[in-house]
């Protein structure tokens, strides 16, 4: 499995996380399948996720156009939070940020989702 994949499987299980955190702050996190490079990443995310909550969603509430917090799809939440969480605290590349966003958001959530995700994301690297 290259590298890329690696990062994709772990930012999809980060994003799982993320989104079970949502609803059970205290859910058992399940890393038996990753490899190290994968469970520093994926721990990285967490750890900022963590640290960072209240500074991530104020960010989120800034940029929302029509929404509140509270109105966006929880899925949809938790990929941005994800997708946040790397362009501001990682070293990784906006266009895989998002690209790997909508990707999720496909798989994931409604048909509505890559569309409004990729135009969110896009408007904070601005």
């Known amino acids: ?9 772990a930012r999809e299980l980060a994003f799982k996380i993320i989104y079970s955190k949502f609803f059970n702050s205290s859910s058992d996190e399940d890393f038996s399948d990753a490899d ?9 995310i967490l750890k900022n996720f963590a640290t960072h909550y209240t500074e991530i969603n104020e960010l ?5 156009k029509g929404y509140t917090l509270d109105r966006v799809n929880k899925i949809d ?12 605290y990682l ?3 906006k266009e895989v940020i998002i690209n790997e966003a909508v990707e999720l ?9 890559p569309k409004f995700i990729n135009g969110f ?5 601005k």
Do not use: H, W
């Not at 190290?36 to 990285?44: H, Q, V, W």
């Not at 958001?105 to 989702?113: H, M």
């Open 1 to 9: 499995m290259g590298a890329q994949m690696k990062r994709t499987s």
């Open 36 to 44: 190290i490079e994968s469970l520093t990443f994926i721990k990285d």
């Open 60 to 64: 989120i509430s800034k940029n929302l």
């Open 77 to 88: 939440l938790a990929i941005i939070t994800e997708a946040i969480i790397e362009l501001k």
């Open 91 to 93: 070293n990784t590349p």
């Open 105 to 113: 958001s496909k798989k994931y959530s409604t048909d509505k989702s």
């Open 121 to 125: 994301l896009a408007s904070i690297v």
